[in-house]
């Protein structure tokens, strides 16, 4: 997947300038930046929601002008907050993820269950199959949000903060989650996570983003610095290199 | 969160889950339910009718263009007040309240928002004053078959749901938030003029507060024959897109990453509902409440899909209306109660003791 000179804005105001990005296939980058860096209009941008000049390709077809539907099948969102809608159940709120492998105004066919019991089955969602969604924890809802994004089947996923209402147990069982469905079904993620240390233990790539531009690429270790923190988020912090990856450890001013 | 296993499948496929909701017995119920408000809205009233002769009446004239006949009908005066007062009557409550019902239904769907009925966009304003104006101003009673009062009720209907989409459309694309408040401006204007021309001509006061409180006394079959083919094309509409529904209650962006049109979708649907709401309006004035009320009994009744909400709201909401109707007939018979004024009567404290029973269930 690639993300060529993609510029972006509201109105007269510039959000995003000539953004590069590239992530191998199966691999995972995390979009990490400051407050008003330009991270979720990046991946509104790459989904085609938002206007922008510039070119998004997943394996060399460009996205941009694509279809909705065969865009819909190559790329799912989960975004920050997910609407759940009143009174419908998982497994109903999953099986939309097949809405662009159906025709529209068609009831879900039996393939389409399969690959939904499968998903469920998998997220182990299927002992909540049937309870209203509002009924669901958040750890549970968040997961069901990532059952619809699959059972889209698409090559690219798009995580929106997948972990912005979670507590740290829940957040790291959903990373470990979507790492283990990228290795098995070789998907490609990118996510939006503005836990610094998450983002470093779970993404294989972290981008930097700042005033709309990518200012790092590379590597957990490359791109979260003592020095890369202070100068774009204006933070104190220690970076300490752990077994699992870099941490990011604030420290208070002395007076 | 043990039972957490990602990766592992089940070993059985299951094509489908046992305990899922089918809505099978719920529309089969509903139908029943509508057949039945049907059957008892043309026995009951001012005349006594023999129940059993009632129903050979109408099995005979079901039967007759295929050759059939049923002995024990009905004859004369009692066939005529059967055929011709009460069967037209009957027919066009179930039309209009099943229209009203679906598009309330599919309202609240495209604006997320349960307080949303089919007079939202100024389809009420619209028709209230197209009927006061002709009502004070027009030297004629009909065009052609058709009478004016209708006709001009079903104009204005379209003409204020027709200004709302066009300024909430300039204003800001096909967000949901702008249109309601484009309705609501359109609403209000129209609803101040309606007022002015009501003000200044106190003569027509009584017809026109009888047409806003809404009737279906002068129900005929010409009004039968008129309501269908547009009844019928936007519930048709209406019912297709049941499932697109579904996904644009998700939101707009995820709707568009499942690859929907969200905008398009809600044209298309604000169309059609407002098409059978001008239907309903023009032949029965505005009768209040079926739309915003009886989407959410079929939702407790049925769950939040729309696939499911609106085929139910359909046949429920044509049952309630019928039976309203039976009500304002017979409560002060010979005299007649407004059709709206019962369907608040009935509705409120019969939705209230669903809203208790659901809190109570929790």
Redesign the interface.
């Known amino acids: 997947m690639e993300v060529v000179g993609l510029t972006a804005g509201y109105g007269r105001t510039r959000v995003l300038d000539a953004v590069r990005l590239t992530v191998e296939p199966g691999g995972w980058l995390a979009v990490i930046g400051p407050n008003g860096s330009g991270k979720s209009t990046l991946l ?1 941008s790459i ?3 938002h206007p922008h000049r510039g070119q998004v390709r997943v394996d060399g077809v460009p996205t941009t002008g694509m279809p ?6 190559t ?3 989960a ?1 920050q907050t ?8 998982t ?3 999953v099986t ?2 097949r ?2 492998h159906r025709p ?4 879900p066919r ?1 393939v389409d ?2 690959i939904v ?2 998903v469920m ?4 969602l ?2 909540m ?2 309870r ?1 969604l509002a009924t669901l924890s958040g ?1 549970e809802q968040q ?1 069901a949000v990532l059952g619809r994004s699959l059972a ?1 089947q698409p090559r690219v996923l798009l995580l929106d903060e997948p972990t912005a209402a979670l507590d740290l147990g ?1 957040a790291q ?1 959903v990373l470990d ?1 979507v790492d ?2 990228r290795r ?1 079904d070789g998907l490609t993620v990118i996510s939006t996570l503005h836990d610094l240390t998450l983002a470093g233990q779970y993404a294989d790539r972290l981008a930097l983003l700042s005033e709309g531009r990518v200012v790092a690429e590379g590597s957990p270790a490359e791109v979260l610095t003592t020095q890369a923190l202070h100068t774009h988020y204006g933070a104190r912090a220690e970076v300490v290199h752990g077994p699992s990856g870099p941490a990011v450890l604030p420290v208070r001013s002395s007076d | ?1 043990t ?8 070993g059985t ?5 046992p ?3 089918r809505p099978g017995p719920a529309l089969g119920g509903a139908g029943l339910a509508l057949v039945l408000a049907l059957l008892a809205g043309v026995w009951v009233g001012a005349l006594p009718l023999p129940p059993s002769a009632v129903v050979a009446t109408l099995l005979d004239r079901l039967l007759s263009p295929l050759g059939g006949s049923v002995p024990g009908g009905l004859e004369g005066a009692q066939a005529a007040v059967l055929l011709e007062l009460r069967l037209p009557r009957v027919l066009i409550a179930s039309l209009v309240g099943a229209g009203l019902a679906i598009s309330g239904a599919a309202y609240q769907g495209v604006f ?1 928002n349960p307080l949303a009925d089919p007079y939202l966009l100024g389809a009420a304003a619209g028709a209230g004053l197209g009927a006061t104006l002709v009502i004070a101003y027009s030297p004629v009673q009909s065009v052609g078959p058709i009478g004016i009062v209708p006709l001009a009720a079903f104009v204005g209907a379209l003409i204020g749901v027709g200004c709302a989409l066009a300024l909430g459309t300039a204003a800001g694309g096909s967000h949901s938030a702008t249109l309601l408040l484009a309705g609501i401006a359109v609403a209000a204007f129209l609803a101040a003029a309606q007022t002015l021309v009501q003000q200044q001509n106190t003569d027509d006061l009584r017809e026109v507060y009888g047409w806003l409180l809404g009737q279906l006394g002068r129900s005929q079959w010409s009004d039968v024959v008129l309501v269908l083919p547009y009844l019928g094309v936007a519930c048709t509409v209406l019912l ?2 049941g ?2 529904l ?2 644009l ?3 707009d ?2 709707a ?6 969200p905008g398009r979708l809600r044209l298309v649907v604000i169309l059609a509902a407002s098409l059978a709401t001008a239907t309903a309006v023009a032949v029965s004035g505005l009768i209040g409440f079926v739309g915003l009320v009886v989407p959410h009994i079929v ?1 407790r009744l049925t ?3 729309h ?1 499911r909400v609106l085929p139910m709201s359909l046949l429920v909401g044509g049952a309630f209306l019928v039976l309203c109707d039976l009500v304002a007939r017979v409560v002060l018979a010979p005299a007649e109660l407004p059709i709206g004024v019962v369907t608040a009567f009935i509705g409120a404290p019969f939705f209230a003791g669903l809203l208790w029973a659901g809190a109570r269930r929790r």
């Open positions: 509104r989904l085609g929601f909705r539907r065969e865009r819909a099948r790329m799912a969102y975004p997910p609407v759940l809608p009143d009174g419908v159940t497994r109903d709120y939309l993820g809405t662009p529209l105004l068609a009831a039996g269950r399969q019991g499968d089955e998998r997220l182990g299927t002992p199959a049937e209203p750890g997961r889209q829940h069982q989650l283990r469905l098995q | 969160m039972t957490t296993t990602p990766g592992t499948r089940s496929a299951r094509p489908a889950a305990g899922r909701r997320r297709l897109c499932r697109a579904d996904v209650a998700v939101g962006d995820e568009s990453s499942l690859g929907v049109h939702r769950g939040g899909s696939a």
